[in-house]
């Protein structure tokens, strides 16, 4: 009992070892992998398509492939060269292109034997055509195996999940709601939507109770995914949900929750500047699938004339788990980070300098004769240096990485003055009074167009009454002197129309601006991150309404907004949507799923909501992920129709 | 989950072959398709390179296997009390370490002759980065191999140098009796003793406990005319006075025996970190020949240029 309990507690809810732990089998040829220290070493070579390389990449890494006994990886459409007496292992799409490419390499006798995977399931008739193309080959002893994976998603974090990267514009919010959308195109764009939550509900081992707003693209999801799950779970002999797949008695107790919302219900947090590491990362700038790429200048002399401009380096790195000061600060407020980098640095800087102490000391030998009593515990010490230098030459890397990307956030945030437009989006989202107008903050010559226009678009969103028409032409008139497309906001007068939503978000509770104290021994300890003329905010724990929603669906609350929400549950036998849900107790695990987008500050939100709440777990899942910048060029495409 | 369906593919390689019969369609060899396939598949041409590695793969599997069986043997510390079966003698134990060694030295020496051969006849990237990738694989399986080696060989050590310990301090008790007789049986006993019983700090004494009566027979059965009290007090002191100082010494030689153990780890860990420097350097070196060469004709460039 007491290890069921554990494996419960422990973590029925992380998706990214789930997904390792099948990526590791797949690896070693459909076979659970074991460690084994002296064992023969295997060799193969991974063929995957861009899907695959993106759900790989965040969660191995090449070391790690190394390790598993992978000698090359490619991309499918790309020249490979025949390597014989190699077994290669295949992770792609069930596309016609991709199987008309391995079909090729079977003709083309390029391995020597064939472990085919498939992200998510193969239909019928695409198996016969590569069964067709084997015996054309005379290859079918070849192909060991085939497998269909159900990994069609991305997970970046322990709990955040993503559908795509690669065909993001297909599930994009411009996608699902474009005013010129065929039926045909939307039943596309839903499917692949609906194909990527059930391989992640098949990973997961659990089947949901669902549950999502009327009338929207969410409840169109819903339906399909409800549909898709019973289908699965009636064909007994197939089903993917059976009791050897569930693993350890999780979730036989309790079923997850899963939220589907539309990312029209909240469109004031996607274009909201934000405060958190992580998310000004993603804001800021380039970062995807766990990667940041940075450009740094090289060297601040002016070169002479004549000679060639100077080369900007580009550096890129991956942010992952193993990263112990990113897992701790990935959601704290960047002032504190910048404190945080300091001490490390601080704190690695001490242990150097006992490195180097000891070896002055080594230097005394053979002069002193009380010194070699004094030696015995030094060489001890020397010893212990010695072996923990690989692991402080791993710190130094982590600090020189965050200070080289907190440095570039720094740098924005002061070009942009982020922190002052962050104080007065917080202000006008919790309605409190504003020191500044808007109409200044917009006229003044500082800033970018496009910080401006977000937060002309953010206190249009949640203003309850419009801005008289005299009013919205003078702000009109301002943001296009200040450079603005007016595209975006002609989209979002549309939505305010055609949204249901009469009620505005509620309160998002107040930002307080520290006193100086702590901004003042930043500075004083000489750090590189003079954070002067930057205001050092705290955020105050609020709730988006996504958090909002998912707090009222967990916890059972009563409240008209969720009332109404339909209900799914794929294992009753007849088809049940009442809004009554049967189950009257809380939720301890739920999955959030944004249909339209999301980013990371609901992430954060939520991870900040469940933190409070002890044996909880949440997973955060959206069709794409984008940044502000992003999602204003969606908006603004959607407008110009 | 992943579903496995080979069974369906095969079924489905089936459904094509009777389709493809059905509409007469000559598929790749045809009618002969099948048997071609049976033919094509055992006689397929084993590369050079991979057939090697697989040999060198199996040769160190076989000096793993053969480590593991005798390892029990040979870390065995108390192989005299044991029957016969398990005995390992010394010799042994020396003959085990040697052909380890030789095993290791040729397997790693082919390694070597197979890294520099890979290269030569092949033009394409993709097999050169797959076969160094390949020899990686092996030497680092040589390499965990080796460890196996050298942790039990670090135990026997060890094992040694704790014996020899003991069998210093077992004697000291019988010091006394040495003077007045010729006690070497007495004090080969009491260390064979030792040898049997696991290494205590207690059993020492237990030993001298046991030794007082053996001591007192002997000193009655020698006769007391012999010794005068006084003598015996004196070479009492004496023998205080010569075991103060081989305590000290022996503390003294302990503590430069762990001294001496640490430093030789420092040394492997300095040795292997320079041997990987080696490499670094040498890279770095051809760097700076390259860069002074180029700085070179870059300065012979500039000299060239008519001055304006």
Known sequence: MAAAAAATAAAAASIRERQTVALKRMLNFNVPHIKNSTGEPVWKVLIYDRFGQDIISP?????????????????????????????????????????????????????????????????????????????????????????????????????MFVLCNQNKELVSYRAINRPDITDTEMETVMDTIVDSLFCFFVTLGAVPII????????????????????????????????????????????????????????????????????????????????????????????????????RKNKKSYDLTPVDKFWQKHKGSPFPEVAESVQQELESYRAQEDEVKRLKSIMGLEGEDEGAISMLSDNTAKLTSAVSSLPELLEKKRLIDLHTNVATAVLEH??????????????????????????????????????????????????????????????????LTDAGCNLNPLQY?????????????????????????????????????????????????????????????????????????YRYFDPKMLRGNDSSVPRNKNPFQEAIVFVVGGGNYIEYQNLVDYIKGKQGKHILYGCSELFNATQFIKQLSQLGQK | MAVDITLLFRASVKTVKTRNKALGVAVGGGVDGSRDELFRRSPRPKGDFSSRAREVISHIGKLRDFLLEHRKDYI?????????????????????????????????????????????????????????????????????????????????????????????????????????????????????????????????????AETQPELGTWGDGKGEDELSPEEIQMFEQENQRLIGEMNSLFDEVRQIEGRVVEISRLQEIFTEKVLQQEAEIDSIHQLVVGATENIKEGNEDIREVPHL
Request: charged share 30%.
């Open chain 1, 413 to 478: 945030i002061k070009a942009r003055k982020l922190d002052v437009y962050f104080e007065y989006e917080e202000k006008i989202m919790s309605k409190t009074t504003l020191d500044k107008s808007l109409l200044d903050i917009i006229s003044d010559p500082d800033g970018t167009p496009e910080d401006k226009m977000r937060l002309f678009l953010i206190y249009y969103i949640s203003t309850q009454q419009a801005p008289s028409e005299a009013d919205l032409e003078q702000y009109k008139k301002a």
């Open chain 2, 76 to 208: 065995n510390a108390y192989s005299h009390t044991m029957s016969e079966y398990g005995r390992m003698t010394d010799t042994e134990r020396d003959q085990i370490d040697q052909d380890a060694q030789i095993f290791m030295r040729t397997c790693s020496e082919a390694i070597q002759q197979l890294r520099t051969e890979a290269h030569k006849e092949i033009h394409s990237q993709q097999v050169k980065e797959h076969r160094t990738a390949v020899l990686d694989f092996i030497e680092d399986y040589l390499k965990r191999v080796c460890k196996l080696y050298s942790e039990q060989r670090a135990i026997r050590v060890k094992r040694v140098v704790d014996k020899k310990r003991l069998s210093k301090l077992e004697p000291e008790p019988n010091t006394k009796t040495r003077e007045s007789t010729s006690s070497e049986k007495v004090s080969q006993s009491p260390s064979k003793d030792s040898e049997e019983n696991p290494a205590t700090e207690e059993r020492p004494e237990k030993i001298l």
């Open chain 1, 492 to 564: 979002i007068k549309q939505w305010k129309a055609f949204t249901k939503m009469a009620s505005a978000p509620a309160s998002y509770g107040s930002t307080t601006t520290k006193p100086m104290g702590l901004l003042s021994r930043v500075m004083n300890t000489g750090s590189q991150f003079v954070m002067e003329g930057v205001k050092n905010l705290v955020l105050k724990q609020q709730n988006l309404p996504v958090t909002r929603i998912l707090d009222n669906l967990m916890e059972m609350k009563s409240n008209p907004e969720t009332d109404d």
């Open chain 1, 59 to 159: 969660l191995l890494s090449v070391k790690e492939l190394r390790d598993m006994g992978i000698t090359l990886h490619l991309l499918l459409h790309s020249d490979r060269d025949p390597i014989p007496d190699v077994p290669a292992v295949y992770f792609v799409m069930p596309t016609e292109e991709n199987i008309d490419r391995m079909c090729q390499d079977l003709r083309n006798q390029l391995y020597e034997s064939y472990y085919l995977n498939f992200i998510s399931a193969i239909s019928r008739s695409k198996l016969e055509d590569i069964a067709n193309a084997a015996l054309a080959a005379s290859a079918v002893t070849q192909v060991a195996k085939v497998f269909d994976q159900y990994l069609n998603f991305i997970t970046l974090e322990d709990d």
């Open chain 1, 211 to 310: 549950r999502c707003s009327r009338g929207t693209a969410a409840e169109m999801v819903a339906v399909k995914l409800d549909k898709k799950l019973r289908e699965n779970l009636r064909d007994a002999r197939n089903s993917l949900f059976t009791g050897d797949t569930l693993g350890a008695g999780q979730f036989s107790f309790q079923r997850p929750l899963l939220v589907l919302v539309d990312r029209n219900i909240d469109l004031a947090t996607p274009l909201h500047h934000t405060w958190t590491y992580q998310a000004l990362v993603h804001d800021v700038l380039d970062f995807h699938l766990n990667r940041v790429n940075l450009e740094e200048s090289s060297g601040v002399e002016n070169s002479p004339a004549g000679a060639r401009p100077k």
